[in-house]
């Protein structure tokens, strides 16, 4: 396992040099983003994402890019650049390190547009809940209804997330750890302010349910 672990350590260093090489100034000191530059950055995504950005299950859990709001994404990479988001991840996103909000711009752009079918997989028995736990809350709970925010079809607007079609143990991961992975943001990420209590107000069957409905959304 060590070895493992040293060895994807170092492909992320080595990529984030091939990473921030593709970003190069011009004579101004403006970041230039070549077409060349955008694809490089992109198939070194496709390592974690998978091919079509769909996600990927495996040793670490990646999750799906495609189809998300530009704007979620260069909110994460920003957040990721800064060390505010999951500092505790051993790669720590270190090829999107040095990259300029440009290339971050192109890369969103490039996810906006990809639409390849979900995954699923996940147990089918909790998702008649997560609808409903999506569409009116929890009112006991104090939990609003994610439609509220996600938009009905759970694809999400501006630095809202999209949620349809999102792997199940990342969504799971990421609600049951809300708190330590994003709660390091800044307070003025509103979003993540907003996400935290209701979280933390979710059983983890709720959870579970809640992202096996979305896991089959298109």
């Not at 994404?73 to 270190?94: S, V």
Request: net charge positive; hydrophobic share 40%; proline share 6%.
């Amino acid at each position: 396992m060590r070895l493992v672990i040293s060895l994807l350590a170092l492909q992320a260093a080595v990529g984030a040099i091939l990473f921030s090489a593709a970003d190069r100034a011009d004579g101004a000191g403006r970041r230039v983003v070549s077409k060349g530059g955008v694809a490089a950055k992109i198939e070194y995504c496709k390592d974690c994402h998978g091919l079509s950005a769909q996600g990927y299950h495996g040793y670490l859990v990646m999750p799906r890019l495609a189809g998300q709001n530009p704007e979620y994404i260069e909110n994460q990479l920003r957040a990721f650049i800064a060390r505010t988001r999951e500092k505790g991840l051993f790669i720590n996103m270190a090829r999107i390190h040095g990259t300029s909000p440009d290339m971050q711009a192109a890369l969103a752009a490039h996810f906006r547009d990809l639409n390849p079918p979900p995954f699923g997989g996940a147990p089918r028995h909790g998702v008649a809940t997560g609808r409903q736990i999506y569409e009116d809350g929890i009112p006991e709970a104090n939990v609003p209804a994610c439609a509220a925010c996600h938009g009905p079809e759970a694809r999400g607007q501006g630095i809202i997330p999209r949620l349809a079609g999102q792997l199940y143990p990342y969504m799971v991961k990421e609600l049951t750890r809300w708190d330590k992975d994003r709660g390091q943001s800044s307070a003025a990420d509103q979003a993540t302010a907003v996400m935290l209590p209701i979280a933390h107000n979710l059983s983890q069957s709720q959870i579970e349910a809640l992202a096996a409905y979305l896991s089959y959304l298109r």
